[in-house]
Nanobody, 124 residues
Framework: QVQLVESGGGLMQAGGSLRLSCAAS????????MGWFRQAPGKEREFVAA????????YYADSVKGRFTISRDNAKNTVYLQMNSLKSEDTAVYYC?????????????????WGQGTQVTVSS
């Protein structure tokens, strides 16, 4: 089982940028597709972005497309989420997760391993 620890969250004004990191231990991530999800207060957890094992294929929710970029550094066993042009509606707890090889990139139940989350708050 892999342990995932997110960092980089915080308070930011609208229009600003943040970069989230997800460091893994217990297993190499190079063979694991990864994803980011978020959960806003009073709302269900939702898909944000996903990246293939190699980092070549990337998928985004429509709400973040063009503003967020997912990437990974397999040598550092770390996945990143660069968030630009932040909006107040991006306020949420952000989670990284490790997906099964046979899973679908935006299906939460296909991600058996999750981090504890990091809070992102965007003030307008």
């Amino acid at each position: 089982q892999v342990q995932l620890v997110e960092s980089g969250g915080g308070l930011m004004q609208a229009g600003g940028s943040l970069r989230l990191s997800c460091a893994a231990s217990g297993r190499t991530l190079s063979n694991t597709p990864m994803g980011w999800f978020r959960q806003a207060p009073g709302k269900e957890r939702e898909f944000v972005a996903a990246v293939s094992r190699s980092g070549y294929l990337k998928y985004y929710a429509d709400s973040v497309k063009g503003r967020f970029t997912i990437s990974r550094d397999n040598a550092k066993n770390t996945v990143y989420l660069q968030m630009n042009s932040l909006k107040s509606e991006d306020t949420a707890v952000y989670y990284c997760a490790a997906r099964t090889l046979a899973g679908t990139y935006n299906v939460m139940t296909d991600y058996p391993d999750w981090g504890q989350g990091t809070q992102v708050t965007v003030s307008s």
